[in-house]
């Protein structure tokens, strides 16, 4: 007999010797039914309402709730009626079906908890308190995920290396950008000409729309990047500037860029409109595979390299100070942790005057000029 099988002949006898109901609440789908009302909007109120969290944050609950009914709709139970099986299920469809890695359904399992201990502390929900399928259902499912593994490491020398083999100007632009300003892909996706200010003549005629964000009032050379579009995740909007490789880059990209009435600042090869996050991996993949593809010491170099070549540039190799580099990833000030964080980080700003001169003294820069 299987492991599975003992246990549960195992939990039966408990629950007939403790004459224990080891489905509680599925006596309670149809008079929820009958309520017509949806459990989620009290928490959506009283707990989300109440929190000092961001806006897509409140979307990531709102998502989830949505995708959690779709399951108990399969399941033909009512969505705050689950037991520990419809909880392992959609665990399963989530990793399985759906293909997210194991932390992100550590994470979906967390927020469905903290909604359902919610429906405990309320009397007016039947939720008994010594019982939470979710953690019922956690506890059983293997949620481990492999310990990541570093990127390579790859030099200045390295990267100029990689960098000549891109002949297209639209792909070394957006490589670069990453690399010297740290961006995630999604990042990149969703700039457009106004976030960019540049002091060439020629691209400025051609674009009215360049540069014109408010964000980047008489400022020259430099990049606006904003946290509140969809797919950004950085949590606070931050300027950076652009050295003079990267405006070369930028420039000569702008110079052929198809005129197709679109206000991305990165267009697709075919369609010339916004650019996916798959084709700004598609790039990266182009350039470092497959030299540098995964090993089993190394992950594969993907568009998130240059956010951590970005990062490890500035604190390990240059030892910037830590908010600095926080502001320029766009990462909140202080602890990222609010238990953690003590009233002085409260206290910690930094601003674009703060890292201009040091980025623009101490950016590092790919000798020689590259045919493309």
Request: net charge negative.
């Amino acid at each position: 007999m299987s492991d599975s099988r003992n246990t549960k002949r195992h939990r039966d006898r408990l629950a007939s010797v403790f004459d224990a109901d080891m489905d509680p609440l599925e006596k309670y789908t149809e008079q929820f039914e009958v309520a017509d009302v949806d459990p989620f909007e009290p928490f959506l109120r009283d707990v989300l309402g109440a929190r000092d969290i961001t806006e897509r944050t409140v979307r990531g609950y709102k998502t989830l709730w949505d995708q959690w009914c779709a399951h108990m709709d399969r399941q033909n139970r009512h969505p705050a009626c689950p037991n520990a099986e419809h909880v392992k299920r959609f665990a399963h469809y989530e990793l399985m079906e759906k293909g997210n890695n194991p932390r992100t359904v550590s994470e979906k399992l967390r927020k469905l908890t903290d909604l359902y201990q919610y429906w405990q502390d309320d009397p007016v929900y039947p939720h008994p308190i010594n019982f939470n399928p979710i953690c019922l259902a956690e506890a059983r499912i293997d949620l481990s995920y492999p310990a990541r593994k570093d990127p390579p490491r790859l030099t200045i020398s390295d990267l100029e290396e990689v960098l000549r083999t891109i002949t297209h100007v639209r792909d070394y632009a957006i490589v670069l950008v990453q690399l010297k300003l740290g961006l995630r892909a999604t990042e990149v996706c969703n700039l457009r000409l106004a976030d960019v200010a540049l002091s060439n003549q020629a691209v400025s005629d051609h674009y009215c729309e360049l540069g014109t964000n408010s964000r980047l009032a008489g400022r020259d050379d430099a990049i606006f990047i904003p946290h509140i579009r969809k797919g950004n995740k950085s949590r606070r909007p931050r300027l950076l500037p652009l050295d003079d490789e990267t405006q070369q880059a930028l420039v000569e990209y702008l110079l052929v860029r198809p005129n197709a009435g679109d206000s991305a600042l990165f267009l697709s090869k075919n369609r010339h409109g916004k650019l996916r996050k798959k084709a700004i991996n598609a790039v990266w993949k182009d350039a470092f595979h497959p030299a540098y593809a995964e090993t089993e010491q190394h992950r594969a170099v993907t568009s998130h390299f240059g956010r951590h070549r970005f990062t490890t540039y500035w604190r390990v190799e240059q030892d910037l100070n830590r908010e600095l580099i926080k502001y320029m990833r766009g990462d909140a000030a202080g602890s990222t942790d609010i238990e953690e964080r003590g009233a002085i980080d409260e206290y910690i700003h930094s601003y674009y005057e703060d890292i201009e001169s040091v980025y623009r003294n101490q950016i590092y820069t790919f000798d020689g000029e590259f045919d493309r």
